[in-house]
């Protein structure tokens, strides 16, 4: 249907509404309405939205798609009021939004659209929304299911998940890759044999365990990149309001990989460190660990007032070094900080990245001497992994599913194990 058609010369009943301030604005938006509703859908505008949805037509609407701009925020009052209205009607309410300031875009989110989608609209995006809204409500979460966050209000869920931290004290150390790529190993649950390390038969058939991704570096994160997702408003709403946060604004704020991970990726735009406070943190940690077993987290390399939070919180805190000068002094002066503020540093479980090969025996003395000067532990040395790791990464796929023979994925894969296998045994000695 065109843009100018009125709703009384539809056919058939009417399901859906564009509304928008201009008759002839947002014409990708209209484009896109035509070829997903075909001719069930109509056009207003703000003021005629609000007569509309007290009229018998609009019982059969099932969403609306508020289209706004920057000139719109002078009337954020109207645009409040029609997602107002039609939330009590029961109608969904998907918001399009262009060249509009965070803090307009948050009000409106806050009066309760479903779903948020930037103009011009990325392809298929309109499309992906609306089916997302047309889902129904998901049912009480079986502990025995498959399923991801299927928990509805605002109580925080029956888990008690391990923290496990990746910090990179370098640029480019890695702790992106080891974070996602750890996520992935675990969420594959126990190795089928059942022969090492003495467990028991029953632990290996137990189902994969829920992993839940988190990217706190509000600046530069690129756990969405690596995973091939795409960045939300939704993220951004989360974080500038924790205190609202209930199951349900957590796990909309949540995106699936492959049906084994939810990620909690970066806010759309690069955003200051300090939007977030430590109870803030506090929450989402508190939330993601009551609905998941393993809660990954990569850290910003900057260090922060929340980064305590974060490590008291954490089981295992990795920090990420390589054998250069820098990784060594960033070490030192980390080590210096946590002392200093009495803050746990033995959680710090140090990773060193492309280290050496086995048959280097000068590297190997060199990261001998380099744990010496420092005074710290290499518990783990993590082999090169080469172009494949990096290429693995700019097209969105995890070692395992890309590169499964690279080596530093058979070293991830053996860590990954080694946590389930402590898990596994924890939860054994409690039954």
């Known amino acids: 249907m065109s843009a100018s058609a009125t709703l009384q010369a539809d056919p058939s009943p009417i399901v859906a509404c564009t509304i928008r301030r201009e008759p002839d604005g947002f014409e990708l938006l209209i484009e896109d309405m035509e070829t997903v509703m075909g001719d069930k859908w109509g056009d207003l505008g703000f003021a005629e939205a609000l007569m509309f949805f007290n009229q018998p037509e609009a019982e059969t609407l099932e969403f609306i798609a508020m289209a706004i701009d920057a000139e719109d925020e002078e009337n954020l009052v109207l645009l409040g009021e029609v997602i107002t209205q039609a939330r009590a009607q029961g109608i969904k309410v998907i918001l399009i939004a262009e060249d509009v300031s965070p803090?307009?875009?948050?009000?409106?989110?806050?009066?309760?659209?479903?779903?948020?989608?930037?103009?011009?609209?990325?392809?298929?995006?309109?499309?992906?929304?609306?089916?997302?809204?047309?889902?129904?409500?998901?049912?009480p979460e079986n502990e025995h299911d498959g399923h991801i966050m299927t928990r509805t209000g605002g109580g925080k869920g029956d888990r008690n998940g391990a923290v496990l931290v990746c910090h990179g004290l370098s640029g480019g150390s890695g702790a992106t890759t080891l974070a996602v790529n750890i996520a992935y190993e675990l969420s594959a649950g126990p190795a089928k044999t059942g022969k090492k390390r003495g467990r028991k038969k029953k632990a290996t058939d137990a189902p994969p365990p829920k992993v839940c991704l988190l990217d706190l570096d509000l600046q530069y994160g690129s756990v969405g990149t690596y995973l091939d997702l795409p960045r939300r408003e939704a993220v951004y709403e989360l974080l500038s309001d924790t205190e609202a946060m209930d199951a349900d604004v957590f796990r909309q704020a949540l995106l699936g990989f492959e049906d084994r991970i939810s990620v909690l990726t970066a806010p759309t735009e690069m955003l200051p460190l300090d939007l977030i406070t430590q109870d803030d943190v506090q929450r989402i940690i508190d939330m993601a660990r009551s609905h998941f077993d393993f809660v990954i987290i990569d850290m910003p390399k900057t260090i922060v007032q929340w980064t305590?939070?974060?490590?008291?919180?954490?089981?295992?805190?990795?920090?990420?070094?390589?054998?250069?000068?820098?990784?060594?002094?960033?070490?030192?002066?980390l080590k210096r900080a946590?002392?200093?503020?009495?803050?746990?540093?033995?959680?710090?479980?140090?990773?060193l990245n492309r280290a050496p090969k086995f048959t280097d025996l000068s590297g190997r003395q060199r990261v001998k001497r380099l744990a010496e000067t420092l005074d710290i532990a290499i518990e783990l040395q993590?082999?090169?992994g080469g172009r494949q790791v990096t290429q693995g990464a700019d097209h969105g796929v995890p070692l395992g599913a890309a590169i499964p023979k690279n080596p530093l994925r058979r070293e991830i894969q053996k860590l990954a194990q080694s946590l389930l296998d402590?898990?596994?045994?924890?939860?054994?000695?409690?039954?």
Do not use: C, W
């Open 382 to 384: 993590f082999p090169d």
């Open 103 to 139: 803090a307009a875009l948050h009000q409106l989110l806050r009066k309760g659209a479903d779903e948020f989608v930037p103009y011009p609209l990325p392809e298929n995006e309109l499309a992906a929304a609306i089916s997302r809204i047309q889902q129904p409500d998901p049912e």
């Open 422 to 431: 402590l898990d596994y045994a924890a939860a054994e000695a409690e039954a």
């Open 338 to 351: 946590l002392q200093a503020e009495e803050l746990p540093v033995e959680k710090l479980r140090y990773v």
């Open 308 to 333: 305590e939070t974060v490590l008291n919180e954490a089981q295992v805190y990795f920090a990420l070094i390589e054998m250069d000068m820098r990784s060594a002094q960033n070490t030192q002066r």
